[in-house]
T-cell receptor, first 115, second 111 residues
Framework: EAQVTQNPRYLITVTGKKLTVTCSQNMNHEYMSWYRQDPGLGLRQIYYSMNVEVTDKGDVPEGYKVSRKEKRNFPLILESPSPNQTSLYFC??????????????FGPGTRLTVT | SQELEQSPQSLIVQEGKNLTINCTSSKTLYGLYWYKQKYGEGLIFLMMLQKGGEEKSHEKITAKLDEKKQQSSLHITASQPSHAGIYLCGADLFPGGKLIFGQGTELSVKP
């Protein structure tokens, strides 16, 4: 089954404790991205990647890191989480290239709480 | 301010009524996406529009992209309780680049 998986689905952590949220897709997609969703602010893109070893900042990259060492995986790293990073996070992937746009497939979401 | 403005922000309709949600940008959009989301859950893809003037339909939902590719509308005919949720429009300004989303429209359908 074609899908985007995220782990963990729920996470409660404390300020400053490094964490990684994994994202994997099995559709051989070029494009992957991370979003956070907050009430009243909608979905905001954190980082995106057009291909392996190519990443770019979205609208809200501060406090986050990403890496794209393999085509199928795009982990989101919070080196020193803070309470303002409490949010619902989504990973997405797409066939989109530099020439054509395609549907974005979203993962199920990761609800992160930083105390 | 939002690069992609959705209106209205919330909507309550009686079952069976038609409704329209709008998504507007000051910039020309390359691809325009519509998603539906149940609160706190994942996003369900509805439609994608790319060409100016394009219109797509799926069951009772129709989406259009204007000729200038700066505005899209989502129209639901004869609404049902199953249509309730948050509708999100998203767009890319160039293919394979940054994606932006509107703030969402929360739809409630009263039986």
């Amino acid at each position: 089954e074609a899908q985007v998986t995220q782990n963990p689905r729920y996470l409660i952590t404390v300020t400053g404790k490094k964490l990684t949220v994994t994202c994997s897709q099995n559709m051989n997609h070029e494009y992957m991205s991370w979003y956070r969703q907050d009430p009243g602010l909608g979905l905001r893109q954190i980082y995106y990647s057009m291909n392996v070893e190519v990443t770019d900042k979205g609208d809200v990259p501060e406090g986050y890191k990403v890496s794209r060492k393999e085509k199928r995986n795009f982990p989101l790293i919070l080196e020193s989480p803070s309470p303002n990073q409490t949010s619902l996070y989504f990973c997405a992937s797409s066939l989109s290239t530099g020439e054509t746009s395609y549907e974005q497939y979203f993962g199920p979401g990761t609800r992160l709480t930083v105390t | 301010s939002q690069e992609l403005e959705q209106s209205p922000q919330s909507l309550i309709v009686q079952e069976g009524k038609n409704l329209t949600i709008n998504c507007t940008s000051s910039k020309t959009l390359y691809g325009l996406y519509w998603y539906k989301q149940k609160y706190g859950e994942g996003l369900i893809f509805l439609m994608m529009l790319q060409k100016g003037g394009e219109e797509k339909s799926h069951e009772k939902i129709t989406a259009k992209l204007d000729e200038k590719k700066q505005q899209s509308s989502l129209h639901i005919t004869a609404s049902q309780p199953s249509h309730a949720g948050i509708y999100l429009c998203g767009a890319d300004l160039f293919p394979g680049g940054k994606l932006i989303f509107g703030q969402g429209t929360e739809l409630s359908v009263k039986p």
